[in-house]
C-alpha cells in the first residue's frame, strides 16, 4: 500500500533527526507503527532515558529538502513505499530512505556489483568495462560507486542495458568531478542512488553507508582490483554479511592491485574469470536473507519505569550483547528490554546495533 504523504513526510524527517541511524529507525517503526507517532513520542522516550532532548530539524528544513529534489527531478523512495527495493529491504537495517535520480525502475530488476581500485591497471578497467557489458547483455544491472578506475568502467560497459550508481554525497553531488560526463550519462540511462541529503557533499563517512548500499541492492559483488586495505574489500565483507555471492577476478601476485581478490579467494570467494561463473553460482538456489518476522517490543508495556531502563543500562558495556540475552539476565520479557534499549539509545546511553545487539555507547 502506498503511504500517505503525511507520513512519507514523517519518515524523511525522523531519519533527518540527530542520532536517529537505520537501526533506530526501523525500531522506532517497530515499536509505534508510524513515524508521525514515533516522532510524537520521542521527547518523552529521551526523557525516561535520561537524555536532554534531540536536534530535531524544523520541519522548513525537511520542506526544503524536498523542494531540492522536485527542482533536481529526483525522486524520494522511504522504507515502506511500495517501490523501495526488495533486495535492500531485507539487509539488517534497511536504509531509512533513497533519493533517485533517473530510472528507479532498475532497482527493482537483479543487479550485480563491479568494484574494484580507483587507480586501476587499463587490464582491470577492460576486464570490468567487458564483464558489464556481459552482465548487462544476459540481463543483469551493474551497480558500482562512480568512482575513478573499476567504478567508472563499470558503469561504461553497462550504459547501453542500465546501470546504478550509488553515491556518498547527495545525487545532486558530482563526484569525482572528472565523472561529470559519465554521471550525465547515467542519470539519462540509468539511475543515481543516495540516502544522503539533497545538495550534501561527499565525506569519508558517508562511504561505509554508500558501500551498504551497493552490497545491498545487488544479488552478488564481483571485485576486480583491490589493495587489502580498501573500500572495495568493505563491500565484500558487507556483502557476506548480507547473505549475497562474492566473486573476485584473480590477478598477478606481482601487482598490489590483486591482493585484495587474491585474498578474498582464499578466504572463499568465487573465481570469476567471466560471466560464466556469475551465472553458474547464481543458478544455485539461495535464500535471500530476510528480516525477523517478529516485532520485538511485542507485548512491551507502553512506558518503562526508571527502575528497568538503570537495570539494562547497568548491564551494558562496550562489548556487544544480543538483547535476548539481556533479557535472560535480568529476568524480564525481551519487548520491555527492546523498549527500555531503545529509549537508552535515543538518550545517548546504549548504541543499537544490526543483528539485536546493543553496547554502551562511549562517553
Known amino acids: 500500500m502506498t503511504l500517505p504523504d503525511a507520513e512519507r513526510f514523517a519518515r524523511l524527517h525522523l531519519a533527518r533527526t540527530d542520532q536517529i541511524g537505520p537501526v533506530t529507525f526501523r525500531q522506532l517503526l517497530e515499536r509505534f507503527g508510524s513515524a508521525e507517532r514515533a516522532l510524537e513520542a520521542l521527547p518523552d522516550l529521551i526523557r525516561r ?15 526544503a529538502e524536498l523542494a531540492a529534489g522536485a527542482h533536481a527531478g529526483a ?19 534497511p536504509p531509512p530512505l533513497l533519493w533517485t535520480l533517473g530510472d528507479a525502475g532498475l532497482l527493482a530488476r537483479p543487479c550485480v556489483a563491479v ?9 582491470g578497467q577492460r576486464i570490468a568495462r567487458g564483464l558489464s557489458q556481459q552482465l548487462g547483455e544476459a540481463g543483469h544491472v551493474v551497480v558500482s560507486g562512480l568512482a575513478r578506475g573499476i567504478d567508472g568502467a563499470a558503469h561504461t560497459g553497462a550504459l547501453p542495458t542500465g ?14 568531478p572528472d565523472n561529470a560526463d559519465l554521471y550525465a550519462q547515467i542519470v539519462e540511462r540509468g539511475c543515481i542512488v543516495s540516502e544522503s541529503p539533497m545538495g550534501a557533499k561527499a565525506q569519508a563517512k558517508d562511504f561505509p553507508r554508500r558501500n551498504r548500499i551497493i552490497s545491498g541492492l545487488s544479488r552478488g559483488v564481483i571485485v576486480v582490483e583491490a589493495e587489502l586495505r580498501s573500500g572495495s574489500l568493505i563491500t565484500a565483507r558487507l556483502a557476506a554479511e548480507q547473505g549475497r555471492d562474492v566473486f573476485a577476478v ?25 560471466l560464466e561463473d556469475v551465472e553458474r553460482a547464481f543458478s544455485t538456489l539461495r535464500t535471500l536473507r530476510e528480516p525477523g518476522p517478529d516485532n520485538p517490543f511485542e507485548g512491551a508495556p507502553a512506558e518503562i519505569e526508571a527502575a528497568v531502563i538503570e537495570r539494562v543500562a547497568a548491564l551494558l558495556s562496550p562489548t556487544p550483547a544480543p538483547r535476548d540475552e539481556l533479557a535472560r539476565a535480568l529476568g524480564l520479557p525481551i519487548g520491555t528490554v527492546a523498549a527500555a534499549l531503545l529509549e537508552l539509545d535515543l538518550a545517548g546511553r546504549a548504541e543499537l546495533l544490526p543483528g539485536g545487539l546493543a553496547a554502551a555507547r562511549s562517553p
Do not use: F, K, W
Open 49 to 63: 532515558g535520561g537524555g536532554h532532548g534531540h536536534a530535531v530539524p524544523p520541519a522548513e528544513r525537511i520542506e
Open 75 to 93: 525522486r524520494l523512495i522511504v522504507l515502506g513505499d511500495p517501490d523501495y527495493p526488495d533486495r535492500l529491504a531485507a539487509i539488517d537495517p
Open 115 to 123: 568494484v574494484g581500485a580507483r587507480i586501476a591497471s587499463a587490464g
Open 163 to 176: 546501470t546504478v550508481a550509488v553515491l556518498g554525497g547527495g545525487v545532486d553531488d558530482v563526484y569525482p
Open 250 to 274: 584473480p590477478g598477478s601476485p606481482l601487482d598490489p592491485r590483486s591482493r585484495g581478490p587474491n585474498e578474498l579467494l582464499r578466504q572463499g570467494a568465487i573465481l570469476c574469470e567471466g
